[in-house]
């Protein structure tokens, strides 16, 4: 298991509930939690490795078949992950000498909700 502080866990009906922002502005907390989330995602080995991560059959990968695809040094690839799972975008699990990595579908929604458009707003940007 994780070390990790334990970040809350969301319901389907939890992302639901937040409103995207171009209904209502973010709070304070909010924004900061979203930013961490935002920030993790802006750099390429970041992104890219999220997606590495998400792609990997079986949802979940190793962090021996992460380090492959790069150009730097095992140390970085490390690094780039603890920022993920810190921003609360990745789990992870010790087994054995390895620890394995998996997205959190939901940081994956609560982002996604809040970039979502209604399509009222939608039409009205066409």
């Given amino acids: 298991m994780s070390k990790q502080a334990g970040l809350p866990v969301l319901r389907q009906d939890d992302v639901a509930c937040c409103a995207p922002m171009v209904r209502e502005p973010l709070g304070e907390e909010a924004a900061a939690e979203l930013s961490r989330m935002f920030k993790a995602l802006s750099d390429p ?10 792609s990997h059959e079986g949802g979940e990968a190793c962090v021996c078949d992460l380090i492959g695809p790069f150009d730097v040094s095992q140390p970085t690839i490390s690094h780039h992950l603890k920022v993920l799972r810190e921003a609360g975008l990745v789990g992870s699990e010790r087994r054995g000498t390895w620890v394995y990595y998996w997205v959190l579908p939901e940081a994956l929604a609560k982002l996604s909700a809040l970039l979502e458009i209604p399509a009222t707003s939608a039409k009205a940007l066409a």
Avoid: E, G, Q
């Fill in 45 to 54: 080995i970041r992104l890219r490795l999220l997606s590495l991560i998400a």
